[in-house]
């Protein structure tokens, strides 16, 4: 699979809807991450980044505006015991809670199948970023559409290269019903100097319609700094 930019890569895709990335900065100093949202209707837009204890949350730009808060409104990020989980849901939690019963991210995903949003059955992506960051990307979609079947695919990466991210999202492309994400996640380059650089190359080559929030995080693998960045749609 042809290793592309950013750029690119997102550049080419008018909705691919949420996102994570994982990966290796280019000097092979930090471990990479980030995650995109984005939203077609109001009460998708209505949503910002807002930074927690161990991660962040999404918060309801205007709370008179939000409409139904039941898919949009969860922790895409929480940090356990050296683990950073990064989800497009509520199964963050569904991950940290099968961590502190010693069990494994699929154990967590089998017990959750796609978003009950149909026609379009959103995926649920998820990703695990291990203490030695290596890390774990996930799928949980529709087959072909069909709500009665959960296609669940597992991305072991168990060496991280130095300048390499793979990214997941959830949809293939704009339309109606939103088509699933198909195939492996997408290999990019990570040359970007650090989290602000990536963030704004992130944040740029998004659709400026249908962008909502951004964060990006650098931990640097000797001593464990975080650096994180926080792009809110104006």
Not at 56 to 63: M, N
Not at 116 to 130: A, F, M
Not at 175 to 182: A, H, K, M, N, V
Not at 198 to 214: E, Q
Request: charged letters at 25%; glycine letters at 8%; proline letters at 6%.
């Amino acid at each position: 699979m042809e290793i592309q930019s950013i750029e690119a890569l997102l550049g080419a895709n008018r909705y691919p809807g949420r996102g994570i990335l994982m990966g290796r900065s280019a000097d092979n100093a930090c471990a990479v991450i980030a995650y995109f949202i984005m939203g077609r209707s109001e009460n998708s837009r209505n949503r910002i980044f807002v930074p927690t204890e161990d991660g962040i949350r999404t918060q309801a730009r205007d709370p008179e505006k939000m409409t139904d808060p039941s898919l949009i409104i969860y922790h895409p990020i929480r940090e356990l015991e050296g683990k950073t989980i990064v989800t497009n849901g509520d199964q963050t939690d569904t991950i940290r809670d099968a961590f502190l019963a010693g069990h494994c991210y699929r154990h967590a995903l089998l017990q959750r199948t796609f978003e009950p949003d149909g026609p379009n059955w959103t995926p649920r992506i998820s990703g695990v970023l291990k203490p030695d960051f290596t890390y774990n990307l996930s799928i949980l979609k529709s087959m072909y559409g069909d709500d009665a079947c959960c296609c669940r695919y597992f991305f072991e990466y168990d060496a991280a290269k130095a300048g390499l991210g793979h990214l997941i999202h959830t949809y293939q492309s704009d339309g109606d019903p939103l088509p699933s994400f198909e195939g492996e996640p997408r290999p990019v380059t990570l040359d970007a100097p650090d989290a602000s650089a990536l963030a704004a190359r992130i944040w740029d080559a998004l659709d400026p319609d249908n962008k909502v929030a951004l964060f990006v995080r650098y931990i640097d693998r000797a001593t464990g700094r975080k650096t994180d960045v926080i792009r809110n749609r104006d």
